[in-house]
Each structure stands twice: as structure tokens, then as C-alpha cells.
T-cell receptor
Framework: ETGVTQTPRHLVMGMTNKKSLKCEQH?????MYWYKQSAKKPLELMFV???????ENNSVPSRFSPECPNSSHLFLHLHTLQPEDSALYLC?????????????FGSGTRLTVV | GQQLNQSPQSMFIQEGEDVSMNCTSS?????WLWYKQDPGEGPVLLIA?????ELTSNGRLTAQFGITRKDSFLNISASIPSDVGIYFC????????????FGKGTKLSVIP
């Protein structure tokens, strides 16, 4: 148990579907992140929330929509995705005031778009 | 933006061999972190380094924070099959920074 829980672990969705990824942490952290990890590519930062405010949006297509209702929960809403969006989506959390201990990552959601 | 150059990109080694990988940057970092990612899982923190020149061990793992603050290396001694995975370096550039800079990872394969 890493302290950051992501659900579901695996998701297969059609290009016309709408689905949501959920991330939950009970580490007392107040910053949360979404990363995309594709095969043979480096970790790509998608969104950053610090103190429940979005502070970073790295030119992510609008078919990905994040939501951070409180410091413990983070969602990634998905709609009309493309096959190239298939990847491992990782959620992470940290202290907003400093990264001396880095991020704590969840186990990821393996997304396949068909 | 800041970049971390991590090498090698991949390694195939025999069980029992020692492994060395490193990260370099053109920028100074205040904290260096090393993560390991098992297949199908998220990265897990292995070692954190906070001072230039610092040498820290965690079991068979040893990591060092370079004197120039622009590099770090990770050594694994006497590798075992469960060492397989992707190893990432990450840097924190300064106080108040909320974002890690990651290397592209070193994929380690251990041949029994």
C-alpha cells in the first residue's frame, strides 16, 4: 500500500465513451499530480493541483479534464479519447511547501482506448 | 526548461553483477531522488539526497549527490532478479518548487 490509491487499475474504453479515473491519498499531502506514461516515452506531466488550485496544465488536450474537489481526491475525466491516449496514467501527491521527500505515486490506471 | 540526462537507457546484466547508472544536468538541483518502477506499477522512492557530496545507502543500493550539484549516480551491488524495472532520477530545483524534473529512466534487465 503506497498511500496513494488509484481506481480503476485497468480500463478499456471506446472512443465515444466517457469515463473517470480516481485518485485518493491520506498522507496529509496538499499537492496532487497527473502523469501520463506511454511505452518508450518519459513521464509526461499533465496537471498539477496545489492547495486545491490548478497550477499547471501542460498543453493537455481538452478531452482530458481534471477535477480536485479537496486535497485528498483527484479525478481525471475522459471523453472522446483517441487510441494514442492509451497509456499508464499515474497520480502522485506531495507536500506543496517542499519536495524534500519527492512524490508518492499511486499504482496507476492502465488505459486502453479501442 | 530543465532537463535531466539519464544513462544508460537500458542495461542487461547477469545476476550477481553490480550496476551503475547516472543523471546529469546543466542546472543545479537542491535535492536528488531515485525511484524504481516495477512493471505495471507506479514509481517508488528508493533514496533521497539533500547535500552536495552526500553518499547514501539503502541495502544494496548506494547513491551520491554530485559535488557540482548537477549530477547524481545510483549503484546496485550484487544484482538479483527482483531488481528488474525502470529506475528514474529526479531533481528538485529550489525551495518552493512544486514540480520534480525526471530523467527518462534506465530499464534494467537481470539475467538469472
Amino acid at each position: 500500500e503506497t498511500g496513494v490509491t488509484q481506481t480503476p487499475r485497468h480500463l478499456v474504453m471506446g472512443m465515444t465513451n466517457k469515463k473517470s479515473l480516481k485518485c485518493e491519498q491520506h498522507l496529509g499531502h496538499n499537492a496532487m499530480y497527473w502523469y501520463k506514461q506511454s511505452a518508450k516515452k518519459p513521464l509526461e506531466l499533465m496537471f498539477v493541483y496545489s492547495l486545491e488550485e490548478r497550477v499547471e496544465n501542460n498543453s493537455v488536450p481538452s478531452r482530458f479534464s481534471p477535477e480536485c474537489p479537496n486535497s485528498s481526491h483527484l479525478f481525471l475525466h475522459l471523453h472522446t479519447l483517441q487510441p494514442e491516449d492509451s497509456a499508464l496514467y499515474l497520480c502522485a501527491s506531495s507536500q506543496a511547501q517542499g519536495l524534500d521527500y519527492g512524490y508518492t505515486f499511486g499504482s496507476g490506471t492502465r488505459l486502453t482506448v479501442v | 526548461g530543465q532537463q535531466l540526462n539519464q544513462s544508460p537507457q537500458s542495461m542487461f546484466i547477469q545476476e550477481g553483477e553490480d550496476v551503475s547508472m547516472n543523471c546529469t544536468s546543466s542546472s543545479i538541483f537542491n535535492t536528488w531522488l531515485w525511484y524504481k518502477q516495477d512493471p505495471g506499477e507506479g514509481p517508488v522512492l528508493l533514496i533521497a539526497l539533500y547535500k552536495a557530496g552526500e553518499l547514501t545507502s539503502n541495502g544494496r543500493l548506494t547513491a551520491q549527490f554530485g559535488i557540482t550539484r548537477k549530477d547524481s549516480f545510483l549503484n546496485i551491488s550484487a544484482s538479483i532478479p527482483s531488481d528488474v524495472g525502470i529506475y528514474f532520477c529526479a531533481g528538485v530545483s529550489g525551495a518552493g518548487s512544486y514540480q520534480l524534473t525526471f530523467g527518462k529512466g534506465t530499464k534494467l534487465s537481470v539475467i538469472p
